[in-house]
């Protein structure tokens, strides 16, 4: 019997600004392990500092740096479950603008209102990307009460911890993620017409 045209398994590049946000946060995780923290505090965290190149540069880059092995896990572990999904219903371009936006926002306010604070880590972003996929099932003018939830228990939780917590966890990125989630779903779902 003859077989016609060989069928096999291959492995797809779906999803590349996904793929790409987790290889290179990798690659940054390696740079940092080998340079002993020197990158994470050149290029891959934010913190107040004079106003040069670097400075703009750890606006975007501070997403991309994790403190250890731990960190990087519990973010990408959460990142590549939901980005691939979010890719393909907003496109790569939108979702690389959406998670540049985040990055950028949660910078600044980290600068603004936690001066002493060094942050770095995804997880601003897999909070955006959480609520933003809540938003999704927006349908008309209609705002899903799973929305309302998401936004209640996980960011309103951030803010209770943020609060109560003696960690090192930044809820406040948390939180700030959670709220550009919201809003970027709203943007893009959510029927204005007629309103």
Request: proline share 3%.
């Amino acid at each position: 019997m003859a077989d016609g045209g060989k069928k096999g398994i291959s492995l797809g590049f779906n999803s590349p600004v996904v793929l790409g946000f987790a290889l290179i946060s990798l690659v940054a995780l390696f740079l940092n392990e080998i340079s002993n923290g020197l990158t994470n505090t050149m290029v891959f965290s934010v913190y107040r500092s004079e106003i040069s190149p670097l400075f703009f540069v750890r606006l975007f880059g501070h997403v991309l740096g994790h403190t250890d092995w731990n960190h990087f896990y519990s973010n990408m572990m959460f990142f590549l479950l939901i980005g691939p999904i979010l890719e393909e219903k907003y496109g790569s371009l939108d979702l690389a603008v959406l998670m540049c936006i985040t990055a950028v926002v949660s910078g600044i306010v980290s600068i603004i209102f936690m001066p002493t604070t060094v942050l770095l880590g995804s997880s601003g972003i897999v909070y955006m990307m959480v609520v933003l996929l809540s938003a999704s099932s927006i349908k008309g003018k209609k705002i899903p009460l799973t929305l309302i939830l998401i936004l209640f228990m996980y960011v309103g939780g951030e803010v209770v911890n943020g609060f109560e917590a003696q960690d090192t966890i930044s809820q406040l990125s948390h939180v700030i993620g959670g709220i550009c989630g919201a809003i970027f779903g709203i943007v893009l779902n959510l029927d204005t017409k007629d309103l």
